[in-house]
């Protein structure tokens, strides 16, 4: 919540400034989003799928920085992947 306003003030804001900032693209302003095609190579995004089951969370930037749980709490057997290098060196940023 934004720092000494209640969620009234909040949403008045909101419903106050909706519409008002235009992105100079009449697609975005009509449906409230744009498709962004051929900005990244979709093969940089594949991986082999491992084969055992567990959890496996990265905490670093390399592939050998990870902790690794046998047991998958959610669905057993399966695996659940957490902060993988691949993609986390490949998150597309728009500053």
Not at 67 to 85: D, I
Request: contains cysteine.
């Amino acid at each position: 919540m934004a720092e000494g306003m209640t969620q009234d003030q909040i949403i008045d804001s909101e419903r106050m400034f909706t519409g008002s900032s235009k992105t100079n693209n009449d697609f975005f302003e009509e449906n409230g989003y744009y498709v962004y095609k051929n900005i990244c190579d979709p093969k940089d995004y594949v991986r082999p799928v491992p084969t055992q089951g567990g959890l496996i969370n990265y905490w670093g930037n390399k592939l050998n920085q990870f902790n690794y749980e046998s047991l998958e709490c959610q669905v057993e057997g399966s695996l659940a992947c957490y902060g993988h290098p691949q993609y986390r060196q490949n998150i597309l940023r728009f500053d």
